[in-house]
């Protein structure tokens, strides 16, 4: 592997801890900063295109949200050029409005694009593996 992709794939890792971060502390402008502006959305069967959108749809979803806490785990990232694809881990652990804790074992697939001189996301597909209780008492994924 070359210093070049090396240093890619870095910073993508990077765009990805900012991203987490901004999930963390609710931070809609930061967050969306890092969607290209043709960007798309895809989780729980809807499909958001376009940075303004993608945010709206960021802020309405946190909005249902007394506290979430999105880590980001292990990834395995593919550099092409000025593209790049890559499969993250993660977890959230959050309160719904009502009080309700739970917890979100996912997959992200992932679409990246060198936008002026940074990487974007330009395409983020969730794949949930499980949702429910913290405690993993909810419907476990089939094995």
């Known amino acids: 592997m070359g210093a070049d992709v090396r240093a890619d794939e870095l910073a993508i890792r990077g765009l990805i801890e900012r991203y987490a971060d901004a999930v ?10 890092l969607w290209s502006d043709d960007g798309v959305w895809e989780l729980f069967g ?61 997959l992200y697939h992932d679409e990246y694009r060198r936008d002026r001189g940074e990487w ?3 395409r983020r597909r969730l794949e949930p593996l499980y949702q429910g209780p913290p405690d993993l008492s909810g419907p476990l994924p089939d094995a």
């Open 24 to 33: 963390n502390r609710g931070d809609a402008a930061d967050w969306a900063a």
């Open 120 to 122: 974007r996301i330009a």
């Open 46 to 106: 809807r499909r958001i295109a376009g940075r303004q959108a993608v945010a709206s749809a960021f802020e309405g979803a946190m909005g249902g949200f007394a506290f979430v806490f999105h880590l980001v785990h292990s990834a395995v990232i593919d550099v092409d050029g000025d593209a790049a694809r890559g499969r993250w881990t993660i977890s959230e652990q959050l309160v719904d409005a009502s009080g309700r804790p739970g917890m979100l074992l996912a």
